[in-house]
């Protein structure tokens, strides 16, 4: 019964993220625009059969400047997830293996980065190095290592008092083998859970930061640049930047959901009610 | 000893946070005066300039003198002047501070209770079309950009309908009608997000509170299930929403500064904004720290009350 109800959104979804994907690598496949197009017979024209989202003030598909935009988008998010990971889930099981000091210290720091607003620390860090996509990715990453270190702390608390862990440590087992390969691969389920409630978190600070002109710039194209590029157009084209705006919050809310459906598959007892 | 613990732990996280600006800007490459002293095109004085800037933040000693010096100033509450306008950066906080704070509260007024009734009776009517909608409504609030809805609005209630001013800001005492309808569609549109978020957070607490057995006794004796919700479940679920509010304080910030750029308010975010724009590195540095200590301290305050209010997490 479950898995009927739950069989929807994830057919939903998966297509959503194969498109995502496709529209990353080759979006050639997907629209015969190319997204720097100049078309003067076109400037700001009403969406039609040819061009589904209307064209923008340059004449260009709206459309193909959206799929477009999704490799940048996708890099940002993939990539400062990875990088976060790549520093929280081994301080995360350090500091919830061994406890003690080591623990203290590396939660204090992580405490201390998460009361940074991200926003705020994005604009420092630009003043001082400039906007570009990887000072985007680096903020990002900074500001997602706590969220990660936290959980995988937790879950390893829980799993390193679990009667394998313990068999394990007394056959003589080498620490970072129990760290790595016992107690890391069971802390993969949550996991699923936060990474793509972080990639929303990325879709709208990227959004945010483009829309201010401290995040991607234009020529460079992503959701948030165009945002930001589609600003005066909201009375003479208002299709261009609902049809950015729209696609944005889909994304975002899309991730939103699917980390939801994750947590209900992790945890079966939210799965019974 | 062990009461003073928790403090101790703030304290480390408010040297923490300072030692990580002072490191941004000493990991940035190039000359830290050079970016100190800001854009300096056409003025003759350029190389006295830097001298006194090498000076003042002992740049041309070793970096634990530069430490020590930033250190002092910041325990004397002093955060350098504006490189442009050379007016102290703490006066500059102090003025923007009163409209970012008012427009935080007046959302937080908006969404706090718009979100425990939501919450509550969405928990109550569980997977009925109800409930269905509230949380995909509060998810989609969640995951919408808030300076797009905030155009959208300006869009409609000020260029279509003409309703009301589409930006600009008037002081309370001044104008208290023309304050709150230049306030009124920053707050809606901060409000949202914080509408989203709440209301699931009330949600997923009230459906676990339900599940408990003296909910399930009180409906047994008959006590009325408006009564059940909104006094026996709301007490249990509402208390963690302090802590919530606490954190949520710090993204409201960040909010706050992209919809005073929409709306060009004159808050924290403008004057961070055009710190930014106009490279003014001693403003954007006194800003961010001023505001992150302050979340800091929201945040303790949150946890006091919460202890304060549920005797239980002190065991």
New interface residues.
Partial sequence: MTIKLMKLPIIIFSTLGLLTLISAIFPQFLTPYHPDEIDVTALLQKPSWSHPFGCDELGTDVLARIIYGTRLELMVCLGSVALASIFGIPCGLVAGYFGGKIDWILT??A???L???????A???????GASVLTLVGVLAFAFIPRIFRLIRGQTQIISSLGYVRSAEAMGVKTVKILFLHILPNTIGPLMVIVPQLM?IAV?IE??LS????GIQPPQISWGSL?LVS?NY??AA?WY??AV?GV??LA??V???SG?LAGAAVNPLRRL? | MRKLAPYF?FL??LW??VT??FV??R???GDPAL?LLGPTAGRQDTAERLADIRERYGLNRPIIIQYGIYLSDIVTADLGKSNRSERRVSELVKTAAPVTISLILLSMLLAIPISIYLGLTAAQK?ERPYDRSVRTLA??A???????VG??L??FFS?RLGLLPPSGYIKLFVDPIGYFSHMMLPVVTLALYLIGTLTRFVYTET?DTL?QDYIRVSRAMGISSKRILFQFVARNSLTPMIIIVGVEV??L???A??VE?VFGLPGLGRL??N???G?D?PV??GT?LS??VV??LL?ILAEFVYKLLNPRSKI
Avoid: C, H
């Fill in positions: 204090v720091i405490d201390s980065i009361s940074f607003p991200i926003i705020l620390f604009v420092l860090i630009v003043a001082s190095l929303a709208l959004a945010g829309f201010i002109g401290l945002l600003k909201y009375v208002p930047p609902l705006g944005t919050t975002a809310a991730l939103v959901f939801d009610k | 732990r480390v996280i923490v946070v990580v600006v941004s800007l990991l940035t490459p970016l569980r998810t989609l969640m995951a919408t950009p808030s300076f797009w155009l959208l300006v869009n260029i459906a599940e710090g993204t910030i960040g909010g500064v992209i750029e961070l904004l710190a930014v724009l490279r590195y954007v540095q961010v505001i992150t979340v800091i945040n």
